[in-house]
Structures are given as structure tokens and as C-alpha cells.
């Protein structure tokens, strides 16, 4: 685990999770949210549980996006705050 | 300096917590219902990064398969300090996975109250059941 690239990492993460609550569209709050996923599977694989990382990548990140992006096109994508 | 080696050597858990009120807040104060279950997997996802934090080790620790070079280092096959504790892995992969089906039945339930209320603004919908009920 190298300690920059983890600070770093975990830094995006938290401005991912910001920005994903803050956007003012739901279909980018789902992307944001993707990203997040991957990025903290990443994290994931850096401290070595390597089964939690790419459960989150195929079905946290992956599937959920999909879920998401598909429910979002069914409802609309305003949102007031 | 000990204490500072404290709170900067376990960084993982002061963002773990920052994560975690963020998707607190986002479930408490945020009017939009999509934003509030945006919200709740950002908590669990903050949890299980808590626990996966709890597994790790220093020390060049890998995951738990048995090596060749494991065996030759010494006559017991398995010491504690060369894998990482699976136990807390285990048990998020699970957690994974319940995870999603939440959010998989949320979204469903959203898709219902878009149809029959044609918004998402959680004050929007109190105010036609308001209507509705007088």
C-alpha cells in the first residue's frame, strides 16, 4: 500500500461523494456515483481484498450504474436540490 | 508526536467517518428522494471501508493463500502476521451484495412514487397527499 497514492485516492473519493450529492441532475449524481464505486475498489485492492474489490467493480459499481442510469430514464432527472 | 502518529497513521478511518456524514446528511437533509438513497450507499460503502480498514496490515502481509516460499521460511505453514485477516472480507462481500439488492428494490420503489406522483421532491409529494387528504 503506498501511502500517497492512498491519500490521494481517498481524497477523490470524498470530493466524488460531495459532488454526487451536491449536482443539481440525477443522471450525473449516478455517474458521480459510479466513479466513486470504482475509485473505492481501487482503495480496495491497495490494502489487498482483492474478492471485496471486484465484487464492488462488477456489482456495485457496474450494476448499479446500469440500475441507475436505466431507473433515471424511466423517472426525470430534476431535481431541486 | 505519539498522539500526531495516531491521528495521521489512520487516515483511512478519519475519511470513513467523513463519508459517512456525508451520506447521513444527504439522507437527513437532501428533498429529493434519489439523492437520499445516493446517500445511503455512499454510508454503507463508508462502512465497509471501515471494515476493510480493520483487515489490512503493514508489513508486506498478502492475501491468505499458501505459497511455496511460505513453506520453505519456516516449519509452520501459517503465521498470522504473513496474511491479511479475512474475516472482515468475508463479511463485507456479503454486505456488498445486500447493498445492491437495497438499492435495486429503492430504485423500484422510486420508479412507483414517479408514477403515480410525477416528482421526486419529498415535499412536492407531502403536499399532494396534504390536498388528497382534505
Not at chain 2, 483511512?12 to 445516493?38: D, E, Q, R
Not at chain 2, 447493498?99 to 414517479?114: I, P, Q
Request: charged share 15%; net charge neutral; hydrophobic share 55%.
Amino acid at each position: 500500500m503506498i501511502w500517497q497514492l492512498d491519500i490521494l485516492i481517498l481524497l477523490i473519493v470524498v470530493i466524488c461523494a460531495i459532488a454526487s450529492i451536491t449536482v443539481k441532475d440525477i443522471l450525473s449524481s449516478a455517474l458521480l456515483l459510479g466513479a466513486y464505486s470504482f475509485l473505492m475498489c481501487l482503495l480496495w485492492t491497495g490494502m489487498g481484498a482483492v474478492d471485496v474489490a471486484f465484487t464492488e467493480a462488477a456489482v456495485g459499481a457496474g450494476i448499479s450504474t446500469a440500475f441507475f442510469i436505466g431507473a433515471v430514464f424511466h423517472m426525470t432527472r430534476r431535481t431541486k436540490d | 508526536m505519539d498522539t500526531m502518529d495516531f491521528i495521521i497513521g489512520k487516515y483511512n478511518y478519519w475519511i470513513y467517518i467523513v463519508l459517512m456524514m456525508i451520506g447521513f446528511y444527504a439522507m437527513i437533509a437532501k428533498n429529493n428522494f434519489a439523492k437520499k438513497i445516493v446517500g445511503m450507499n455512499i454510508f454503507q460503502t463508508a462502512i465497509i471501508l471501515f471494515f476493510i480498514s480493520t483487515a489490512s496490515k503493514t508489513g508486506g502481509a498478502t492475501i491468505p493463500i499458501i505459497k511455496s516460499e511460505h513453506l520453505a521460511a519456516g516449519a509452520q505453514a501459517i503465521t498470522a502476521p504473513q496474511y491479511l485477516n479475512p474475516l472482515p472480507h468475508v463479511l463485507m462481500l456479503t454486505a456488498i451484495v445486500v447493498m445492491v439488492s437495497t438499492f435495486g428494490v429503492a430504485l423500484a420503489v422510486l420508479m412507483m412514487l414517479y408514477r403515480k406522483y410525477r416528482t421526486l421532491e419529498e415535499d412536492e409529494i407531502m403536499a399532494i397527499l396534504k390536498m388528497e387528504k382534505d
